[in-house]
């Protein structure tokens, strides 16, 4: 069974359009994350949700907006997109009290 | 300073021989050490997370913490090619949640 799951895996898209990803975890963790990894291959958090409620909300552009409808999901949804954007974006999760955190397999956005 | 380095490498190693990676990090209070394995096109693996100062091992792995130098290394014995990959270093810092990556180490096995 998949710890961690993405989707979709691949997304290739247009500047200026609106975009959406989708995280699931079947862990019972309690807090998931956004990463995203550039093409230096840095990984940088975005955000963090715990129990539906955003608590790491790092300096991202607000065409940017995640949403947790529960402890189970966490979406990303992405307005305008633009060439910079480019990356993987990496979903994450963990339990509060513990900070070993678990990756799902990822989403390749490209812009064009 | 970035606030956690990692030399970038590759670095080479034949196969069978240790590879010794290395992480520095600048938050004192940081109480949480992480590697991840990430090899390309894939998702960082968990594959070690130490706490306490000392060395903690697991199979061919050990992680070793040393918090008044802040610094974090990990071993990898026997080294095989399928251990081909790079190598994240990732901080748990004073008072956060999220983890402070390192831009990563290649490590090549040579067979």
């Known amino acids: 069974d998949t710890a961690v799951s993405q989707t979709p895996k691949y997304l290739v898209t247009q500047m200026g359009n609106d975009k959406s990803i989708k995280c699931e975890q079947n862990?019972?963790?309690?807090?998931m994350y956004w990463y995203k990894q550039d093409s230096k291959k840095f990984l940088k958090i975005m955000f963090s949700?715990?129990?539906?409620?955003?608590?790491i909300n790092e300096t991202v552009p607000n065409r940017f907006s995640p949403k947790s409808p529960d402890k189970a999901h966490l979406n990303l949804h992405i307005n305008s997109l633009e060439l910079g954007d480019s990356a993987v974006y990496f979903c994450?999760?963990?339990?509060?009290?513990?900070?070993?955190?678990?990756f799902g397999p990822g989403t390749r956005l490209t812009v064009t | 300073q970035k606030e956690v380095e990692q030399n970038s490498g590759p670095l080479s190693v034949p196969e069978g021989a240790i590879a010794s990676l290395n992480c520095t990090y600048s938050d004192r209070g940081s109480q949480s050490f992480f590697w991840y394995r990430q090899y390309s096109g894939k998702s960082p693996e968990l594959i070690m997370f130490i706490y306490s100062n000392g060395d903690k091992e697991d199979g061919r792995f050990t992680a070793q913490l040393n918090k008044a130098s802040q610094y974090v290394s990990l071993l990898i014995r026997d080294s095989q090619p399928s251990d081909s990959a790079t190598y994240l270093c990732?901080?748990?810092?004073?008072?956060?949640?999220?983890?402070?990556f390192g831009s990563g180490t290649r490590l090549q096995v040579q067979p």
């Open positions: 990732a901080v748990r810092g004073t008072g956060r949640r999220a983890l402070t």
């Open positions: 949700y715990n129990n539906k409620e955003l608590i």
């Open positions: 994450a999760s963990s339990q509060v009290k513990s900070a070993e955190q678990y």
């Open positions: 862990l019972g963790h309690d807090t």
